[in-house]
Nanobody, 124 residues
Framework: QVQLVESGGGLVQAGGSLRLSCAASGRTFRSYDVGWFRQAPGKERDFVGAIWWSDGSTDYADSVKGRFTISRDNAKNTVYLQMNSLKPEDTAVYYC?????????????????WGQGTQVTVSS
């Protein structure tokens, strides 16, 4: 079992930065790929990015590429989402998720465990 807790959300002006954290419990966490998703009101939960447990490789949605960076600290059982140059359209609840279905990593079906989400609001 893996439990995930996100933190670090808040209100920021356009152009600003935030760093979200995803803290995990469970000794097997470091063997899971971790994805970040976001969900705006009335919209589906969309892929933001992911990081592989095996070599730390990452991939991102086109909408955030070059602005967001995912990293992980296996010693702390924590994954981070650094968000720079934030835009109002980045406003959403952000979720981290852990899974082992790499072929589906861009989809919610690729993950077994989810955090409760943290709100990010970007004002214009």
């Amino acid at each position: 079992q893996v439990q995930l807790v996100e933190s670090g959300g808040g209100l920021v002006q356009a152009g600003g930065s935030l760093r979200l954290s995803c803290a995990a419990s469970g000794r097997t966490f470091r063997s899971y790929d971790v994805g970040w998703f976001r969900q705006a009101p009335g919209k589906e939960r969309d892929f933001v990015g992911a990081i592989w447990w095996s070599d730390g490789s990452t991939d991102y949605a086109d909408s955030v590429k070059g602005r967001f960076t995912i990293s992980r600290d296996n010693a702390k059982n924590t994954v981070y989402l650094q968000m720079n140059s934030l835009k109002p359209e980045d406003t959403a609840v952000y979720y981290c998720a852990a899974g082992r279905y790499r072929s589906n990593y861009r989809y919610t079906s690729g993950y077994n465990y989810w955090g409760q989400g943290t709100q990010v609001t970007v004002s214009s």
